[in-house]
């Protein structure tokens, strides 16, 4: 998978997260961020990671409970950036795998069901759930981040 350039990514955000991202500075915009990333493996377990920024705002888990590989997406707090997306999690690893994650730096998520934040969401208010609500268990593709 090709990671696309950033201002592809910027127009392909709806208008009004576009105007937020326009907005923000060029250090902010590389956290405008998509693509595969990187991994390591543990003993038992392989934890992927995307986008770039000083902290892991969001870790997802393949299985319930925080069990078994993950991906961290990568970021800035949300009370210092306003908004972030992740407009793929990673195709091979971690698409349509996710059925547990927690939340960190005073973030709130929307889920997404397909790639570059499109069609059914799910909002996260809280900061963790260890199992997903009925129907979004496997199912989402990418994700978008903004101050609690
Ligand atoms: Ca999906």
């Known amino acids: 998978m090709s990671e696309r350039e950033p201002s592809e990514r910027t127009r392909r955000a ?33 934890v992927h990671r995307i986008g770039r920024g000083p902290v892991v705002v969001a870790q997802l888990w393949e299985h319930e409970y925080f069990q078994g590989d993950s991906v961290e997406l990568r970021g800035a707090p949300c009370d210092q950036l306003y908004n972030q997306y992740w407009y793929r999690l990673p195709r091979a690893d971690f698409n349509d795998r996710t059925s547990s994650y927690k939340i960190y730096y005073k973030c709130t998520f929307r889920f997404y069901e397909d790639f570059d934040l499109q069609h059914a969401s799910l909002i996260e208010a809280g900061t963790q759930a260890a199992r997903m609500l009925p129907g979004w268990n496997d199912r989402i593709s990418s994700a978008m981040a903004h101050v609690r």
């Open 14 to 46: 709806p208008g009004a997260l576009r105007r937020v991202v326009l907005a923000a500075s060029a250090a902010a915009l590389a956290l405008v961020v998509g693509g595969a990333g990187s991994a390591y493996a543990g003993a038992d377990r392989t």
